[in-house]
């Protein structure tokens, strides 16, 4: 019985931190932010040549070999630093390539997102807050895709994009390259700038099949719940401490306001729900490689929990920061807005809720 | 992470249940009744229950921490073999550690500070539940601030002679002793003229008055000392320490499982009620809005579980639990407020019936849950104290400024 990080764990969430901090300042994450584009190739090759978006690839694929744990518990430090970059659309077609049995695309495309050669991301959502394999709208036939996805993540900057369709026998999976004919990517402004999303409209455009049924879809939405669950907590907890922190210097009335009990009662509340909510996707996190039957439950459970917690932090913060909290200039809202994304993306808290609830047999 | 137990935990935990088998094989009540869990009226004291426990003691599952000299099984620190323990007595319901304030409490105070005599003379009796406890801090004037308690004890003769009044006190009517904190030193500062005596409750000049609580039962009371006379002896520490005396508390091991085992008890129960009650010709369980609630309670109440294993196994690496121990009074009792409110809101109208009324859903059960689930958040550091501790200790702001 060990519920708990092991010592590599330790290690790899101070390796991470520790980059980020020298690497990825929020002068930079500005930077990035009001880029055209949105990516920074060399961020991104940095945190590949650390290892980040390979360390739940098996080795012979040119990975760690290690579990969506760890990789969530690099997500929990790119969500601290609010670090923009194509992690999460990686991560989550990379679980879903691990899910499938095609070994050619497996081949070509899981050591290029290792090595950071590659991006490759999923497109799931659909118009309508659709997020589930069995409602999907976009159509496969004769390898030939039709349909619209929104809320892309990282599409402008994918070298391919699984896509979720239906065909004949139900969902699957199809691998659409960059330059396809008949694949248009449009940009959106989305109100987290670290991420961007873009909207993808595919019109007969060619793809391969890399897997059937529903199987590889939902491995990578349940990574990606598990994911945002953990960026969440990063995020929600550096809201805490840079309020605490703030807190501590900045005096009205002749004092810290840390001071008076309206401001630490509410930090305290914050830092009661957070605490114990670590290991809910910890072990949301430790259920994908270990316990599959509860996975979907729990990773259902611990994304809308934690979200909805990181909204609170950054509204808790935001709100104890008074006039400057409230400025662009002060970082603050870069939390903020990452929250309103990690709270959206594959289906609001509700929604996770009612699956949730389904999944008990309720 | 893993979250088996190795084998050798396992072997031990075969070696329980084994044991458990032989000595004690008594067919479960079935009441699975949380509020007397609550209330700790589930406490079995008979001579059936004492033998087990003296059986289970010699075994070295009981009260580990407590030399042998005194009573305890005196066993190594070891958190995982206290949670297998505490597991397995639960499952077969069998007589476990009492859970009273005289263990929990007096015990480890006396461990520390008490005289050799004070040891031999109460620990043995206290730890078997033939000598009970109540604890006499909380005064009608010094609640959260409790260092401004004014119930004062003078020496005259050999004796203290104590005067003034305790509130609150649960199991006042059952004690035979009470464990108090009393002002000695008025000229001192306020925390260092206070002393710790052991009182015997049938002292003449002691009165207890039930005190009836809002669930219309009296499960606390007042106890007024007149002029009542207690041996010299009857002081653990010196005079003017009670403070820290009293500060004394359970610095081994803890089985840290049990709170969020009885708030899943009480969640499944009201998974059962909203699947039980009927609205509209269907069960509640159906609408949308209590299941996103129900769903929303229990991801908190998964979080308070494996928050429960992630300190037991900082216990277990010998680590502190730092902000993660502050931080699981307030949790629980707020989840097991919101809880017992959700059960409310699915009974609907008829949650206006008392419990033990039998057309009300559960005999009105979750009414009186509902009730107590504010006693809890008040009981023991009330919410607010717990901010205080979470946002000073825990956080590191400044102290709130105190006289």
Same mark, same amino acid.
């Given at each position: ?362 | ?323 993660? $121990? &502050?931080?699981?009074?307030? %949790?629980?009792?707020? !989840? =097991?407020?919101? #809880? @017992?409110?959700? +059960? ?19 005999? $009105? &059960?979750?009414?009186?849950? %509902?009730?107590?689930? !504010? =006693?809890?958040? #008040? @009981?023991?550091? +009330? ?21």
């Amino acid at each position: 019985m060990d519920f708990g990080l092991s010592e590599d764990q330790v290690l790899l969430k101070e390796t991470v931190r520790r980059y980020l901090g020298s690497e990825c300042p929020t002068t930079r994450v500005r930077a990035i932010m009001e880029s055209e584009s949105g990516h920074d190739a060399a961020l991104w090759q940095g945190l590949a040549d650390l290892g980040v978006p390979g360390l739940a690839i098996p080795t012979p694929h040119g990975g760690a070999g290690l579990e969506l744990l760890d990789l969530a518990l690099a997500a929990e430090e790119l969500g601290r630093a609010c670090t923009p970059g194509p992690f999460l659309g990686c991560a989550m077609a990379s679980a879903a390539l691990l899910a499938s049995e095609d070994s050619d695309a497996k081949a070509r495309w899981l050591p290029a997102v290792a090595s950071g050669r590659a991006i490759v991301t999923v497109a799931l959502g659909e118009e309508g807050g659709v997020w589930d394999a069995a409602a999907l709208t976009t159509r496969a036939r004769d390898g030939r895709l039709t349909g619209r996805k929104l809320l892309v993540p990282a599409a402008a900057v994918a070298d391919a994009i699984l896509v979720a369709a239906q065909d004949g026998d139900g969902p699957g999976l199809w691998l659409v390259e960059r330059g396809a004919p008949g694949l248009e990517v449009a940009a959106l402004r989305g109100t987290d700038m670290t991420r961007r999303v873009a909207a993808v409209t595919l019109g007969d455009a060619p793809g391969v099949v890399v897997a059937g049924g529903r199987r590889a879809i939902d491995r990578a939405r349940d990574a990606g719940l598990v994911l945002l669950a953990a960026d969440a907590y990063g995020g929600a907890r550096r809201c805490l401490d840079m309020t605490v922190e703030y807190a501590l210097t900045r005096e009205q009335f002749g004092q810290p306001i840390g001071g008076f009990q309206g401001v630490k009662h509410q930090l305290a509340d914050l830092a009661t729900e957070l605490e114990p909510a670590l290991s809910l996707w910890w072990y949301a996190a430790h259920a994908y490689d270990h316990i599959p039957e509860r996975l979907e439950r729990h990773a259902a459970l611990a994304k809308a929990h934690l979200t909805d917690l990181y909204d609170r932090a950054a509204r808790v913060a935001t709100e104890l920061h008074g006039g400057i909290g409230f400025t662009w200039e002060y970082d603050l809202h870069l939390w903020f807005r990452r929250a309103v994304f990690d709270r959206a993306f594959l289906g609001d808290a509700e929604l996770h809720r009612l699956r949730a609830a389904d999944l008990a047999g309720w | 992470m893993n979250l088996a137990y190795s084998a050798e935990y396992e072997r031990f935990r075969t070696e329980v249940r084994r044991f458990l088998g032989e000595h004690w094989n008594e067919a479960p009540s079935g009441a699975a009744d949380s509020i007397a869990d609550l209330t700790g009226a589930h406490v079995r004291t008979d001579a059936r229950a004492t033998a087990f426990r003296l059986l289970a003691i010699e075994r070295g599952y009981l009260y580990r921490h407590v030399p042998r000299r005194y009573g305890g099984s005196e066993q190594p620190g070891d958190p995982l073999k206290s949670t297998i323990i505490a597991e397995e007595f639960r499952r077969a319901r069998a007589p476990f550690e009492i859970m009273g304030q005289g263990p929990s409490m007096l015990v480890p105070t006396l461990l520390e500070h008490g005289t050799e005599a004070q040891k031999e003379h109460f620990i043995r009796d206290t730890l078997l539940g033939t000598i009970r406890w109540c604890q006499g801090y909380s005064e009608p004037g010094a609640g959260s601030d409790l260092a401004s308690l004014r119930t004062r004890a003078v020496l005259d003769d050999g004796h203290w002679v104590v005067n003034g009044q305790k509130i609150w006190t649960s199991n006042a009517r059952e004690a035979e002793w009470m464990f108090a904190l009393v002002r000695t030193e008025p000229e001192k500062a306020k925390h260092d003229g206070i002393s710790y005596l052991l009182i015997e409750m049938n002292t003449p000049g002691i009165d207890v008055r039930p005190l009836r609580q809002m669930t219309g039962d009296a499960d606390f009371n007042e106890v007024f000392l007149e002029n009542a006379r207690v041996p010299a002896d009857n002081i653990v520490g010196r005079r003017g320490q009670g403070w820290v005396v009293s500060r004394s508390t359970l610095k081994h091991e803890r089985a840290l499982i049990g709170g969020a085992h009885l708030t899943r008890r009480t969640f499944d129960g009201l998974v059962m009620l909203a699947q039980a009650v009927e609205r509209g010709g269907r069960p509640v369980i159906q609408d949308p809005v209590i299941r996103n609630r129900l769903a929303e309670l229990e991801a908190r109440l998964v979080a308070a579980e494996y928050h429960g294993y992630r300190l037991l196994t900082l216990s277990a690496r010998g680590n502190d639990h730092g902000l993660g $121990g &502050m931080v699981t009074k307030l %949790y629980s009792t707020t !989840l =097991g407020y919101d #809880i @017992a409110k959700l +059960a409310m809101d699915v009974v609907g109208d008829r949650g206006l019936l008392a419990p033990g009324e039998p057309n009300a859903p559960a005999m $009105g &059960m979750f009414g009186l849950a %509902y009730m107590w689930s !504010l =006693g809890v958040l #008040i @009981a023991g550091g +009330a919410a607010n104290i717990q901010r205080n501790i979470i946002a000073e200790r825990g956080l590191g702001l400044p102290r709130d400024a105190r006289k």
